[in-house]
C-alpha cells in the first residue's frame, strides 16, 4: 500500500544514502544551464587582460618555445614514438606543441574540476540546480579553448607542409582525433570529480592536485618521446591512461608514430572507469555537501 | 484544499557539530544538533502555507531539504512538481554580465529552458522595470534594481510549488504591492506557495494556512491568525501568573546579575480600554544593585513595538524582591499584546547595562471599552495609540 502510494508522486526526496545515481537525464534537462556556464567562463577568462583572447594562442606558443628549447635542444630528449623513419620528419616544435595543448587541456580541467565544488559553494547552497552542470560546464569551456589551439596547430602543422620542412603521412585516421578529445575530457572529469569529492572535506586534497599533476605530466609522453622509455619498461609505462592518449594524437596527426590496440583499449577502460567512478561518488556526496563544506 | 502537491513525512534533519579532523580522533562522541525533528505536513493546490517561528527555529533548513539544497536525515518529502525556490533572490547574478543575459543565466540556474526564457524575457523585463538598463552590466545597478530583477526571474517560473523565503523585502513600496499582487497571482493560479516571513501582516494577507516551528518543532498547523498568536506567544488561555525562571532568554549581552523569576498579572488577562496594567514581579538580584531599572516593551500582535515603558527599581538588594508595578495602558487601543521586560543597571557615567531580558513576559488584551462615543472607533491598521484632543 505504502509502495503504490509513493508512485503517485512524481518526485522524491530521502535521506542522502539512497541507491547510486548517474543523474544524467537531469543534466541533460539543465543542458542549457551547462552551455550558459560553459559560456560564461569561456568569455570572462580573458576579460581585463591587454591582449585578450590572443593569450589563447599565446599560451601554447611560448610554452611550447619553452619546452623545444629546454627539453628538445638542451636536454636532447627524443621526440620520436617510434623508431625513427627515413621518409617522416617532425619538426620538434610541432610533437611538443600537440603534447603541449592536449596536457594542457587536461591538467586544467582537472584543476578546475576539482575546484567546482568549493568555488561555487555560495550560489549552491541557495539554489538547487543538478551539480555536475558545473563541472562538466568547465571541461567544455577548456574544450572551447583547446579547439582553438588545435586550429592553431593544424594550420602550422599545414604550412609546414606546404613549404616542404615538415613532411607528414596525413590519413583519414585524423578523423578520429574527436573520440580521442572526447577520451581527455572523460578521463579529466573522473579524476577532477574525485579529487573534487576528497576537497569538500579535506582540503589537502586541493594542495596536492598540483603536485599529483606535476608528477603525472613527467609519468606521461608529453616533453619527451615513447622512445625515451626503455622497452621492459614499457608495458608497465603504458598502464598510465594518459600516455596512449599523447602517442594515439600524435600517431594521428603526424601518420607516423607509436600506435598498438592493447594499450588504447585498457586506456580507454581505465577512462571509463573513472569517469563512472568520479560521477557516482560525486553525486553521493553532493546531496548533502553544503553541510560539510 | 486541491490536489496535493507536497507532503513532508517525518522529516528530521541533523547537523554534525565541531571541526572536520579533530571529528576522527573522538568519533564515538556524538555531537549533533538536531535543526528539525520529525516534521509533517501535506499542502495541496492553490494553497499559500506561511511558515513562521523565531530565528533557529529551521524555516531555513526546511526550505532547504523541499529545494533539494541538502538532504534530510530521515524520513521523506513527495512532491508532484517542480519546485522553484526564491530563496535569496538574485542569486547567481553574475556582475560583468547584462541585464539581459543574467535573465537567461539566472533562469537557467532556477530551471528554465532557454526556450521558456525567450518566451518569457519581454514579460519579465517589463515586471522588473529596468528596461532602460537591460543591456548594462548589473554590476552597475543599484542594489534595489539588482532586486527587482531577480524577483522577477523568479516569479516567471513556471514550477507548480513555489518557496519564498523574505523575499517581499524588495525595493520600494510600491515594488512591494506588485510583488505581493504577483504572489497572490501565483497562489490563485493553482499553484501550492510556500512562505517563509518574519511580517506577520504579510503573512495575514497572504496565506490560507500557517505552520509554527518552534527549536526544530513543528507545534502549529492551522488557521493563520491562530498561529500567529502562538508564535508572537499571546496565547491568552494560560495562566495570568507565570514561573520566569526557566523561560528561555533570547537576548545577547545580558550581565545577569539579576533574573527575574515570577509574574504575577492578579489574575487577569484582558483589560478594558482605559485600565491600568498591574503586575507583581519578583526578582533575584546576585549583588545589590546600583540604579536599577526596569523597561517595559509592549509589542502588538503583527509583531511591532508598540509603546515603551520606564521605571526606576529602589532598593533592589542582593537576594530575592518583589515589586508591585502600575503601567498605564489606557491608551492602547484594542488588540492584543506582549509584555518585553529588560531588568537594567545603570551607574554614574551613563553605562547602561542589561541584566536580564524576556521577550515574552506576559501577553494581555484590550478590549473595547463598554461605553464609549460611536466616533470612536478602531481599526488595526491604525496604530497602536490614542492621543488624547480637545479643542482650545
Known amino acids: 500500500m505504502e509502495i503504490q502510494r509513493k508512485e503517485q508522486w512524481k518526485y522524491c526526496i530521502e535521506p542522502g544514502k539512497g541507491k547510486p545515481e548517474l543523474g544524467f537525464r537531469e543534466l541533460w534537462q539543465y543542458r542549457g544551464l551547462v552551455y550558459l556556464f560553459a559560456k560564461r567562463d569561456f568569455t570572462s577568462r580573458y576579460r581585463q587582460t591587454l591582449l585578450g583572447p590572443l593569450w589563447m594562442f599565446l599560451n601554447p606558443l611560448l610554452t611550447t618555445i619553452v619546452f623545444t628549447i629546454v627539453f628538445g635542444n638542451m636536454a636532447n630528449f627524443p621526440t620520436m614514438d617510434g623508431p625513427v623513419s627515413e621518409t617522416m620528419a617532425v619538426p620538434a616544435f610541432l610533437f611538443y606543441m600537440i603534447g603541449n595543448i592536449l596536457w594542457n587541456y587536461f591538467s586544467n580541467t582537472v584543476r578546475d574540476v576539482s575546484k567546482t565544488l568549493t568555488a561555487n559553494v555560495r550560489i549552491m547552497e541557495k539554489v538547487y540546480y543538478p551539480r555536475l552542470v558545473s563541472p562538466v560546464a568547465s571541461a567544455l569551456s577548456n574544450q572551447m579553448t583547446m579547439a582553438v589551439r588545435l586550429l592553431l596547430f593544424f594550420c602550422l602543422l599545414a604550412g609546414g607542409a606546404l613549404c616542404g620542412r615538415v613532411s607528414v603521412s596525413v590519413t583519414w585516421m585524423v578523423f578520429l582525433l574527436p573520440l580521442l578529445l572526447l577520451q581527455l575530457m572523460l578521463l579529466s572529469l573522473g579524476t577532477g570529480l574525485i579529487i573534487s569529492v576528497l576537497t569538500v572535506k579535506y582540503r589537502d586534497a586541493g594542495f596536492m592536485v598540483d603536485f599529483f599533476l606535476q608528477l603525472w605530466l613527467y609519468m606521461t609522453p608529453v616533453v619527451y618521446g615513447l622512445q625515451m622509455v626503455p622497452g621492459r619498461w614499457i608495458g608497465l609505462y603504458l598502464l598510465n591512461p594518459a600516455a596512449p592518449i599523447m602517442t594515439t594524437a600524435r600517431y594521428l596527426c603526424f601518420g607516423d608514430g607509436y600506435f598498438q590496440a592493447g594499450p588504447v583499449l585498457w586506456s580507454w577502460a581505465v577512462t571509463l572507469l573513472l569517469f563512472l567512478a568520479g560521477v557516482l561518488l560525486f553525486n553521493r556526496t553532493e546531496k548533502n555537501f553544503v553541510d560539510v563544506i | ?392
Open chain 2, 1 to 392: 484544499m486541491g490536489t496535493p502537491m507536497i507532503r513532508v513525512e517525518h522529516v528530521s534533519k541533523e547537523y554534525r557539530l565541531g571541526v572536520i579532523g579533530q571529528q576522527m580522533r573522538r568519533r564515538n562522541e556524538k555531537e549533533t544538533l538536531t535543526a528539525l525533528s520529525d516534521i509533517s505536513f501535506e499542502a495541496g493546490t492553490g494553497e499559500t502555507l506561511g511558515i513562521i517561528g523565531p530565528n533557529g527555529a529551521g524555516k531555513s533548513t526546511l526550505l532547504k531539504l523541499i529545494t533539494k539544497i541538502t538532504r534530510p536525515s530521515a524520513g521523506r518529502i513527495l512532491l508532484n512538481g517542480r519546485v522553484a525556490s526564491m530563496i535569496e533572490v538574485g542569486t547567481g547574478f553574475h556582475p560583468e554580465l547584462t541585464g539581459r543575459e543574467n535573465i537567461y543565466l539566472n533562469g537557467a540556474v532556477l530551471g528554465m529552458s532557454m526556450r521558456e526564457i525567450d518566451r518569457k524575457l519581454e514579460e519579465i523585463i517589463d515586471f522588473s522595470e529596468c528596461r532602460k538598463f537591460i543591456d548594462t552590466p548589473v554590476k552597475r545597478y543599484s542594489s534595489g534594481m539588482y532586486l527587482k530583477l531577480g524577483f522577477s526571474v523568479a516569479a516567471y517560473l513556471d514550477a507548480e510549488v513555489v518557496i519564498m523565503d523574505e523575499v517581499l523585502a524588495v525595493g520600494d513600496a510600491a515594488f512591494q504591492n506588485k510583488c505581493i499582487q504577483k504572489i497572490r497571482e501565483i497562489s490563485e493560479s493553482g499553484k501550492t506557495v510556500l512562505f517563509v516571513s518574519h511580517n506577520m501582516n504579510t503573512v495575514r494577507n497572504l496565506c490560507s494556512r500557517c505552520l509554527v516551528l518552534d527549536q526544530g518543532r513543528l507545534t502549529y498547523d492551522g488557521e493563520v491568525e491562530l498561529a500567529i498568536q502562538r508564535y508572537l506567544s499571546l496565547d491568552l488561555s494560560s495562566d495570568p501568573a507565570q514561573d520566569l525562571d526557566h523561560q528561555r532568554r533570547v537576548f545577547h549581552k545580558t550581565g545577569e546579575m539579576a533574573h527575574m523569576t515570577y509574574i504575577d498579572l492578579f489574575g487577569r488577562r484582558v483589560f478594558e480600554m482605559g485600565e491600568a496594567l498591574r503586575f507583581r514581579l519578583r526578582y533575584r538580584a546576585l549583588r545589590d544593585l546600583e540604579q536599577p531599572c526596569l523597561r517595559a516593551g509592549v509589542w502588538a500582535a503583527d509583531g511591532t513595538a508598540a509603546a515603551i515603558g520606564f521605571v526606576p527599581l529602589t532598593g533592589a538588594r542582593k537576594g530575592e524582591n518583589e515589586v508591585q508595578i502600575c503601567m498605564d495602558i489606557s491608551r492602547l487601543l484594542p488588540g492584543k499584546y506582549r509584555l518585553e521586560l529588560v531588568l537594567t543597571e545603570s551607574d554614574d557615567s551613563g553605562r547602561m547595562v542589561k541584566q536580564d531580558a524576556l521577550r515574552n513576559a506576559a501577553a494581555f488584551e484590550v478590549a473595547l471599552p463598554k461605553d464609549r462615543p460611536l466616533y470612536r472607533a478602531y481599526n488595526r491598521d491604525w496604530g497602536y495609540v490614542e492621543l488624547p484632543m480637545s479643542v482650545e
